[in-house]
């Protein structure tokens, strides 16, 4: 069985015209799918408009409560019910899921280093329940988890999408072939991030790892590709970056490489 994990984020969450564009290329691929979500561009729409300051840290966001207030209403009821709608609209029987929705994805608070992230969550292999979510791919329906969690001990986190996607994929490699997508509003990892034509078609660690030095990459494209990397070094099939209606389209996109 293949199975494709989709990650989708940035300003397609933020665009309706672009939302569903994505979504439609998502129902058109072949095979079990799972869509991952975040929605950070909606949050801080609201966050403003709600005169809550956002803060982000080296691409990540730090959570207090009232974010976390607004992270779950945006993320878990806002867009997931948007995309389930959508995709229902082209025939993809989808249920859109937060991580305590049947024990889906179980997080634990990240540790205060020298950066207090505040209601964070991480995952490991062990966070995803990849019984429940065979179940439902077997029966037809599409998972859309937003990237809320939970501790197990009641209560919500906020993950980050990325994240979420690598370690779903990561699980389910072990007993099926995996393709891990990252759709965002650009071609791929940019080379000149002024020139949207500059993708790259391939990437490995080492040019990541130069490119990262030489701040090439910066902001939340370094926590996307340090996802991505872990997913492909540990066990998922392919991996890819790119624009969602390029999801079939191996010639038109970033992939990754040893």
Known sequence: MKIHVVKMGGHLMNNHKSLHNS???????????????GGG?????????????????QGRRITDK???????????????????AILQSYHSNALGLCGADGNCIQSYLRKISNIDYGYVGDVNVKSINTHLIKFLLINNIIPVFCS?????????????ADTIASYIAISLAKDFEVELHFCFE??????????????????????????????????????????????????????????PHHLNDVNNKTVLCL
Not at 203 to 223: E, S, V
Request: hydrophobic share 40%; proline share 2%.
């Open 23 to 37: 979504l439609k290329a998502f129902s058109e691929l072949q095979g079990h799918k799972i869509l991952i979500h």
């Open 41 to 57: 561009k909606k949050a801080d729409f609201i966050s403003k408009k709600m005169g809550i300051p956002t803060k982000v840290i």
């Open 66 to 84: 009232e974010t976390l207030d607004i992270v779950v209403m945006t993320y878990a009821g806002i867009i997931n019910k948007n995309i389930v």
């Open 148 to 160: 809320i969690t939970h501790n197990g001990m009641g209560n919500l986190l906020n993950t980050n």
């Open 186 to 243: 650009k071609k791929g990892v940019l080379q000149n991030v002024q020139d949207s034509e500059s993708y790259l078609k391939k990437i490995n660690f080492d040019l990541f790892k130069k490119m990262k030095k030489n701040h090439t990459i910066a902001n939340g494209m370094i926590p996307k590709l340090e996802n991505a990397f872990f997913a492909f070094q540990n066990g998922v099939d392919k991996v890819s970056i790119g624009l």
